[in-house]
């Protein structure tokens, strides 16, 4: 058992709306930051694309790559001056570019300031005000796992989270906490799908979920708000507005990872070396 699984922590998901100014957004972000950790959070996550307007809404055109940013780059050398400053791990998504390709991208940033790594999205959808072939590169980084003080954390960005092999993977990297910057819009889910999905994951898995979600209108869009938070178990314990900025905190308590379901029973009970022959040939939507 690791010194992190003997811990309680305090995370805090900041749920603001994005307006078109990036600087306001920004700004507003770092006082909240500064606010959850007044409030005792050590780890800070962001939403998608927290500082801008959800891009994705419009099809790309050839100045897209415009919009995008380097990491390491201007905003996470802003936000590692402060989590250094706060002694806090902070976790933000931004549009990178890298070689002239570009991502969905969210960079951690440890509690002393130093940039952790970066989890780019792998699975890249598009449908209508979800343009996001025409913006993303699928992410070349896998499913990594990144340890602090406070936990070792994973990232699921947004549609990565329907991806059960994905999850698997993360838990199989040893998360005890899954991170979820999410851009889920009103009336995308049915009736209460979008916890049980987070709820299903973190029972299977014996981690935490946190999805911290937009909120407020956009040009085409209305993000639904309501970032939650599910235990080990399956449980949401705690849940934020459908309509407001919100910075939601919640206390962890990482021993409940080893007393899981999935940590004493289903991984321990996997089989691995069966699966693939199951599995079959890849069935693709051309299929």
Known sequence: MSESTLRHVRIALV??????NRDDNTQRGQIAVRQAAAAGAQIVCFAELAFDPFHPQEPATPQTPELAESIPG????????LARELGVVIILNLFEISDGRTYDSSPVVGHDGQLLGTT???????YACFHERGYYTPGDHGAPV????FGRIGIAICYDRH?????????????????IPQAGAVGEWPEGLYHAEMQVASFQHGYYTALCNRVGPERRLTFGGESFVC????????????TDDEILTCDLDLAEVGRSHAQRLF???RRPELYADWLGPQRGRDA
């Open 120 to 126: 780019r999205m792998i699975h890249i959808t598009d």
């Open 74 to 81: 201007p905003t996470t050398a802003a936000f590692a001056e």
């Open 163 to 179: 991806f059960p092999e994905y999850m698997r993977a993360l838990a199989l990297g040893g998360a005890e906490i899954v991170f």
């Open 15 to 20: 749920q603001q709306q994005a307006t078109d």
């Open 267 to 269: 991984l321990g009970d």
């Open 231 to 242: 235990d080990p178990h399956g449980r949401v314990i705690a849940q934020a507005s459908a």
């Open 146 to 149: 990144f340890e602090t003080p």
